[in-house]
């Protein structure tokens, strides 16, 4: 059985990613890319559908774990009675696909265990296993390959396992090599470990020396910009959301999504975190793929994408897989791809608005594709929709999704004044009659003055937590008595043992699932934002610091967490999260709420740091 999901570590390479548990097992790796099919799957299974554990034969083992500071290196630390090894982990960067491992004696002596189970197809294909005439062990089957290059015995077992014992004294090395290529071309070339190891941890130190210094959380910033880092496929500049698939958000549940792809919901706070972290060069890629990726018919619009822009993304079910925990189904690609959402025409508007904020250029074709989403858009906002959560009980008139086809309006029309939009003036006339009507559609509509709070979609009582980005948007100003009331009504309808639910799937039609989900983490971190731009700092800072006390060791945290069960839930590590708790973190640093953050405010002006740094990067 897999690990509990907090108790993996991700080391990655700009392309895809592996998870390495606390004992030493890499039960997930998808090769050569995030999203392709994984080789090792017992994440999502068993050890029957493939795995790579390093770990000593010892019964007694006491064992921690690092990352090498600024870096995505892996340091797993095992004391047996006999001495202590060093086992470093890391993907190279800029060469590869490789996954390396060494084991290093730091004193005494320790007998090792190498074992690996290579099944490809996630999990579901054997494949031959042979030598090269160089004594490299070689694993095909179909159009995949592997091949380990070690200076250690390798053998099979009856278990269709390759298994290698040593022993490692202190101040010798053994060193393990797995690389990955096309079973009809020649295999990989060797590479350097030791080498390598320098140059990737050379490359992760250099780029996190730019992050943002200045909160009271700046170590725990930093490794969650890193991890970001570690999720942007570097060819495209584009974001998984994951690098995982099928990670229930309720253990044993159904709730089991494939993540390995670019939500367009998180265009604007992922840019934000980018931009406001120090990262510049990554938030222009991501901005670019963005506008590549929902080029072409407007009409068209997806609301994900693959990691190049791929909009065909079936979602199939592997029934040869019990799941993590036994949550069945598990499912790779992912139907909402489909679903019609509004929100995602506000995304984008509102990040090429905050791109511009902080210095970055519209390009002519942002211009032309924001003109024809727009115009669009004008006949699309009065349809129902699926809502940010992309629920599965049906379309409505989700109070969120019509909020954000305002903030496209109202970004387009900051642009215009700008001279940024390329529209005409009638454009610009027609796009602020449309904001206007949305805003007082919204307001009449969504509102409930019993519950003197804004609903989830039109007439319904009950309550979601995407309306606390309502100040982030500038919708209505922080302390406009609907947006407090909203925040209160959140905070005691939606809170479970001091974190926020997406919205009460107990009972709900909307909803269209079975069983119950964990606290999506982002929802807790907005509710946060909401009490810093209240004045409600000290509020803020227990809930920030209740957050940050459930993110592993590593400060590692994913989509979800379980209030009863005390752990984390979904897809990990979650992009989204780390977004959030990035702007979350900055926010409370530099004492700005979420609609000062982000220059939502009605004079539409960017916060006066951010002209500073918009200034200072134009001279």
């Not at 387009?412 to 004044?417: G, I, N, P, T």
Request: one cysteine or more.
């Amino acid at each position: 059985m897999a690990e509990r999901i907090e108790d993996y570590a991700l080391i990655g390479d700009g392309r895809t990613a592996a998870l390495v548990s606390r004992t030493g097992s890499v039960d997930w790796l998808c090769w050569p890319r995030f999203d392709a099919a994984a080789l090792f799957t017992a994440l999502l299974g068993t050890r029957d559908h493939g795995f790579w554990e390093i770990r000593p034969e010892a019964t007694h083992v006491e064992t921690t774990w690092a990352y090498r500071e600024g870096s995505l290196v892996l340091e797993t630390r095992h004391k047996t009675r006999q001495g202590e090894v060093l086992v470093t982990d890391f993907m190279p960067t800029g060469d590869g696909p490789h996954l390396v491992r060494l084991v290093k004696g730091i004193h005494g002596r320790v007998a090792m265990r190498s074992e690996m189970a290579v099944r490809f197809d996630y999990g579901s294909a054997v494949p031959w296993v042979s030598h090269s005439e160089l004594g490299d062990l070689r694993a095909i089957a179909g159009p995949h390959k592997v091949v380990m290059r070690t200076d250690v015995d390798l053998h099979g077992t009856d278990r269709q396992t390759t298994l290698g014992e040593f022993t490692v004294h202190a101040g010798e090395q053994r060193r393990f090599v797995l690389s990955y290529g096309a079973s009809h071309e020649p295999d990989p070339p060797p590479i350097e470990p030791c080498q390598m190891l320098a140059d990737t941890d050379r490359a992760w130190r250099d780029w996190s020396k730019r992050c943002a210094k200045g909160t009271p959380w700046d170590g725990l910033l930093q490794r969650s910009l890193l991890t970001l880092k570690a999720l942007i496929y570097h060819p495209t500049g584009g974001i998984v959301a994951a690098p995982t698939a099928s990670l229930p958000e309720g253990l044993g549940g159904e709730r089991n999504w494939d993540y390995r792809f670019c939500w367009l919901r998180d265009s604007t706070l992922t840019l934000i975190a980018l931009m406001d972290g120090g990262y510049i060069e990554e938030a222009r890629n991501w901005l670019n793929w963005l506008l590549r990726a929902v080029a072409g018919n407007p009409e068209q619009a997806h609301i994900l994408y693959g990691i190049a822009g791929e909009r065909l993304l079936p979602e199939i079910e592997l029934d040869w897989l019990p799941g993590y925990e036994n949550s069945r189904p598990v499912r790779i690609g992912n139907a909402a791809a489909a679903q019609f959402q509004l929100d995602v025409y506000g995304e984008l508007f509102d990040a090429l608005y905050q791109a511009h904020a902080r210095g970055l250029p519209v390009s002519e074709d942002g211009r032309r594709v924001g003109l024809a989403l727009l115009g669009h858009l004008e006949k699309a906002w009065r349809k129902p929709d699926e809502g940010i959560w992309e629920v599965r009980g049906g379309s409505r008139h989700f109070v969120h999704s019509k909020v954000m086809a305002w903030v496209a309006f109202d970004r387009a029309l900051r642009m215009h004044e700008l001279d940024e939009s390329g529209a005409t003036h009638e454009q610009a006339e027609r796009w602020r009659a449309i904001r206007d009507e949305i805003h007082a559609e919204v307001c009449e509509k969504g509102f409930d003055r019993d519950l003197n709070s804004f609903v989830q979609y039109y007439g319904a009582k009950a309550l979601d937590a995407s309306l606390l980005l309502m100040a982030h948007t500038g919708f209505l100003p922080q302390h406009d008595p609907r947006v407090v009331g909203t925040v209160d009504a959140i905070g005691k309808g939606l809170m479970r043992d001091g974190f926020i639910l997406r919205y009460e799937t107990q009972g709900s039609a909307t909803d269209g699932l079975s069983g119950n989900e964990g606290a999506f983490l982002p929802c807790t971190y907005w509710y946060a934002d909401n009490l810093i731009g209240l004045g409600r700092r000290e509020e803020a800072r227990a809930l920030i610091d209740r957050l940050i006390g459930i993110c592993n060791d590593l400060g590692l945290v994913s989509e979800e967490y379980d209030v009863q069960a005390k752990r984390l839930v979904g897809n990990y590590p979650q992009a989204f999260t780390h977004v959030a708790l990035v702007n979350t973190l900055l926010s409370y640093a530099h004492g700005e709420g979420p609609a000062e953050k982000q220059g939502a405010k009605s004079d539409g002006a960017p916060p006066a740091v951010h002209r500073h740094q918009a200034a200072q990067r134009s001279r």
